[in-house]
């Protein structure tokens, strides 16, 4: 502690010492902010006394209040030189406290600012050490650092929220996603991940209260809702597979199969819009290719939808049964409408004709292009016209119907990707439909705010 000495050469009032009760004029003291002064030859005897009995000490007026609280702020009212100060000091040179780095006088065992004993190592209790770590202000700032739940670090629940969510988002997107199922008690279990990620903390402090929690309930939602995207997002992904190429095509991605299929099929468009027939070998092609119900004849329709209307409920659970056998994924009797049951029976009627080698009148000659692979399920007659073609071609011709093929291969990219996100939002919205879904949604936020909030 800083203490200022010096020697009063004028007296405004009387200058009494609170120690000895003694007049100080004239004589080298010390004062306070208070404006009360003691000799410091009192207040060195004090010092002397305190080393042989350090306890109680903060009963000792000098080093409470009665000199302003380990008597800070200290000042001589009149300046003197160094030599005056070492001389009317304290016998010589101070030091600064180990405990709190304040002033000390030489030969000074105890801190008259935070208690410090040197001789002991250890910080004896004072008022005026008590005053500054405890009391209704230390009770207010725990209070405050624990109001609402958040720690000395609000961002360490957080973190463990999120991380809870993220294992939990990815496990729900799995299950939905290799299932074909979306499970409830999965979206609870979500909840009781971030919940439990929220209460992890390395501080005893952190954890609990209300902002805690509705932190974790956010998360939790965001989690759930965020499986469910991505379950409906990789869904549509293995469901339209290669077609979902992100990355513009460039001129190194066309190889001799996809530049040769392009060309065979420009010819075949050539032949069909000059009124011929082409004789493709497995007439299964336009079958393949054909979409319900534009792509087929109208008397395939009609025959079908009356197959179907005929049916009794027991062939009718059987059709929808095969249809959830061949699947690719997993399939409920629910989820196989009438529509999807009657494109079955319509691919049924077309492949009935041709094993009895019936021509069906296909309203789009094209339609068997899209199914066919080049060179095996062309004519051979249109392989040998196609080969000559492309030997005929030069080098720059080859480039510029190159460039033709990527402007409407990017073309075509960009509307499968808008077709792609449509089809990813419609699936996630429909998800969120399902009352049960909202149920365990509820659950789940429930869940993590409680987990959370109730963490102490």
């Known amino acids: 502690m800083l203490f200022s000495y010096g020697v009063s050469q004028m007296s405004d009032g009387e200058k009494i010492c609170v120690i000895c009760s003694e007049s100080c004029a004239g004589q080298p003291r010390i004062k306070n902010e208070k404006g009360q002064y003691a000799h410091q030859a009192c207040v060195k005897a004090k010092q002397e006394h305190a080393e042989s009995e350090p306890v109680g000490i903060e009963e000792d007026g000098l080093y409470d209040d009665a000199l302003g609280g380990g008597m800070d702020d200290l000042f001589d009212d009149i300046g003197v030189d160094d030599g005056d100060h070492a001389a009317g000091g304290f016998d010589g040179a101070a030091m600064a406290c180990p405990g709190c780095g304040q002033r000390m006088g030489e030969g000074a065992a105890v801190c008259m600012g935070c208690g410090y004993n040197t ?39 957080f973190i463990g929220a999120v991380i809870g969510g993220a294992i939990g988002a990815a496990i729900w997107a799995a299950i939905v996603y290799f299932t074909g199922y979306e499970i409830g008690w999965i979206a609870w279990g979500v909840g009781v991940l971030v919940g439990m990620g929220a209460s992890i903390s390395p501080m005893d402090s952190a954890g609990g209260g209300a902002i805690t929690g509705t932190m974790a309930a956010i998360v939790a939602m965001a989690s759930i809702t965020g499986g469910k995207y991505a379950a409906s997002h990789y869904a549509v992904q293995d469901a ?57 004849p109208m008397d395939v329709q009609m025959e079908a939808a009356s197959k179907w209307g005929g049916m009794t409920r027991a062939d009718k659970r059987e059709t929808r049964q095969r249809i959830i056998d061949n699947a690719e994924y997993r399939l409920k009797q629910s989820e196989v409408d009438d529509e999807w049951a009657t494109s079955v029976l319509a691919e049924d009627i077309c492949k009935k004709r041709i094993h009895h080698g019936r021509d069906i009148d296909w309203p789009d000659k094209n339609l068997a292009m899209n ?27 080859i480039v510029e119907y190159k460039t033709g093929m990527i402007d409407l291969a990017n073309e075509s990219r960009i509307e499968i990707s808008d077709f792609t996100q449509e089809a990813t939002q419609s699936s996630f919205v429909d998800s969120l439909k399902h009352p049960m879904n909202i149920l365990f949604m509820f659950l789940a936020v429930i869940t993590a705010y409680g987990i959370a909030a109730n963490d102490e």
């Not at 005026?128 to 961002?155: L, Q, Y």
């Open 240 to 296: 339209l597979g290669n077609f979902t190429q992100s990355e513009p095509y460039t001129l190194m991605d066309i190889d001799d199969q996809w530049f040769n299929t392009n060309v065979a099929d420009a010819h075949c468009q050539e032949i069909i819009d000059a009124g011929e027939d082409i004789g493709w070998g497995d007439p299964e092609l336009f079958l393949t290719a054909a979409y319900w119900p534009d792509d087929y």
């Open 371 to 397: 199914a066919a692979e080049w060179p095996w399920d062309y004519p051979q007659e249109i392989q040998d016209d196609v080969n000559a073609k492309i030997e005929a071609m030069t080098e720059d011709d």
């Open 119 to 157: 001789q002991s190592g250890k910080t004896m209790s004072t008022k005026n050490n008590r005053a500054k770590g405890s009391g209704k202000g230390g009770a207010a700032i725990g209070g405050v650092a624990k109001a609402g739940g958040f720690a000395a670090s609000p961002m360490i629940p």
